[in-house]
């Protein structure tokens, strides 16, 4: 595979995890965009700016997985918080059920002589 098609595919495996990423940051507490941004970047296979992440905010809020509020800042303006709405709860169940699948499918795979 050449460097730009490894880029390129690595680019898209990343965005195609951000949202099951994404809320499961959401689920363990509300937060806010940017805070988003920079626990994504703590993880470098995960990380992503904001112009990736808040259109994925607002997707998913569309979508009816976010609820919203807004909360003042002790650093600056009020902050939009997001958590997790019923729906945005049983997404994420879905969505871990079906990651663990493509894991387990995948490791399958790449390790034939260890599966049973």
Do not use: C, F, K
């Amino acid at each position: 595979m050449s460097t730009q098609r490894q880029s390129e595919w690595l680019s898209q495996t990343r965005r195609g995890l951000l949202e099951i990423a994404v809320l499961a940051l959401i689920e363990r507490e509300s937060t806010y965009g940017y805070e988003i941004v920079t626990q994504l970047s703590a993880r470098p296979a995960l990380a992503a700016g904001e112009g990736t992440i808040y259109p994925l905010l607002r997707r998913l809020r569309r979508d009816g997985h976010l609820e919203t509020a807004w909360r003042e800042s002790e650093a600056g303006p009020p902050r939009q918080y997001y958590a997790l709405s019923a729906a945005g709860r049983a997404h994420l169940e879905t969505l871990r059920r079906e990651w663990q699948s493509i894991v387990e499918s995948v490791n399958a795979a790449l390790n034939p002589d260890e599966s049973s």
